[in-house]
């Protein structure tokens, strides 16, 4: 079956999948088809039961995991698609000669803390309302035990406990961990290149009507082998880049074990294949566009520093004043915790850096202003800053004795947020992407 065939019989999705509903619809998949298998393979931190599906009977293994974070729940509807698709097509999966291990959701606690935005009209300002990311130590994709120079990393949470289990019983020759960002381009980690896997990738994307993003990389040490497309790592990397920069306990900074791709290159060793596809919900002409600015890297770097440190202050200040009344076990109150207290050091780092390297020298691309004026203004600082009236609402509930007070915190920072990104995006035409067209570049990227 030729690859449009496959994208083209993607639905048009409305809206985001609940947690429930996902594991409603596998369960109904497994029950209409005889070759579906549906197994419980583990509970999370919360109890809830985390399902696999499995399809076909191939010589080699393909492990397929969606909500690698619990903001990103693209790679749950590609997986919804998927899991249908074969199941409705099994000669399809007899042509690949893969058995398909199909995980639409990992990180389900945190998936039903943003379920908030997933129904209905979306936009930016819904987003930040109802948005939850979770803090460092917290990340299931990162929590991959590790032992290396001073950090040693031995307590895998109970979801990165099933993946590894998963990893280690089937070796999977292909992993695809399904990611996104918020407002970028699409863009890829890989593994190595494979034939002509680079060009077809970011040409596919092209064809699909996405721009590739070509603004500043997520992070300033990732390998880049291609336009828009970097080397999987580890956290060993992150570690090596905060030490060379003379800091002499890294651990300051790297609060996480290493990812699932370092750890199957370790179980298989390196015969296996990973592949990250990050795609945005919202979007702009300029994130794909290479041609100069008018205006400085370095400047244009340190001013959108500047303004995610003026708004962590003011972030800091309403935090001091709620946390006596929070419920300091919550995911959130660690989210915000988190935030706290690594913004200023990683801020206090990223001046110098950027000051110091060479690397920011000259003129900006049209998509590396756009990224340091708009874009990381509104995931770096903004949306992180969302959860404290999220936070809010647990103090009330543990003291409502104190809700006037808290209350009032609450509705002038939701105010505060609203206002900036009103002021952020005033004049910007951005795109709020379909969910079938980013269903698609998903899916076709697995199938390039």
Request: glycine share 4%; with cysteine; net charge negative.
């Amino acid at each position: 079956m030729e690859l449009i065939e496959i994208l083209n019989q993607i639905p048009e999705y409305k809206e985001f999948m609940t947690i429930a509903e996902l594991d409603d619809s596998s369960k109904k998949l497994a029950k209409e088809f005889n070759h579906v298998d549906l197994k419980e393979i583990g509970k999370s931190r919360e109890g809830r039961t985390i399902y696999c599906l499995k399809i076909g009977e191939g010589k080699e293994n393909a492990l397929l995991f969606g909500f690698p974070h619990p903001n990103e729940p693209i790679g749950s509807m590609s997986l919804e698609f998927l899991s249908q698709f074969l199941a409705e097509n099994p000669e399809f999966s007899k042509e690949t000669d893969y058995t398909w291990y199909i995980i639409k959701a990992i990180d389900i606690d945190g998936a039903v803390l943003n379920e908030g935005w997933f129904k209905g009209q979306f936009d930016p300002i819904k987003y930040a309302k109802y948005y939850y990311r979770c803090s460092q130590s917290d990340q299931v994709e990162w929590s991959f035990p590790i032992n290396y120079k001073k950090l040693k990393w031995e307590t895998p949470l109970p979801e990165t406990q099933v993946l590894m289990h998963l990893i280690n019983e089937l070796k999977p020759k292909f992993m695809f961990s399904l990611h996104n960002w918020d407002f970028c381009g699409v863009y890829f980690y890989v593994t190595r290149e494979v034939g002509n896997l680079f060009d077809d990738l970011t040409k596919f994307v092209k064809n699909e009507g996405l721009p590739l993003h070509l603004g500043e990389p997520e992070l300033p040490f990732r390998k880049t082998l291609h336009d828009a497309i970097f080397q999987n790592e580890g956290v060993q990397e992150f570690y090596d880049f905060i030490e060379s920069k003379g800091i002499e306990n890294p651990l300051e900074f790297v609060k996480s074990g290493t990812s699932s791709w370092d750890y199957l290159k370790n179980i298989t060793n390196e015969e296996s294949f990973t592949l990250v596809c990050e795609l945005p919900y919202f979007t702009h002409d300029s994130i794909g566009d290479n041609s100069l600015s008018e205006f400085e890297r370095r400047d244009v770097l340190l001013q959108s520093l500047e303004y995610n440190k003026n708004n962590y202050k003011h972030a800091k200040r309403i935090f001091n004043k709620i946390r006596t009344f929070c419920d300091k076990s919550t995911r959130i109150y660690n989210a915000v915790d988190d935030y706290i207290k690594i913004t200023r050091p990683n801020i206090d780092s990223s001046i110098y850096e950027i000051k110091t390297s060479s690397m920011y020298d000259g003129k900006a691309t049209i998509a590396q202003a756009f990224d340091s004026n708009v874009a990381r203004r509104y995931i770096r600082s903004l949306l992180m800053i969302s959860m404290i009236p999220r936070l809010c609402e647990e103090a009330i509930s543990n003291h409502p004795e104190n809700e006037i007070e808290l209350a009032n915190i609450k509705n002038d920072l939701e105010k505060w947020i609203e206002q900036k990104i009103d002021e952020l995006l005033t004049g910007i035409k951005y795109e709020v992407i379909p969910i079938q067209k980013l269903v698609r570049v998903q899916i076709g990227s697995a199938f390039i």
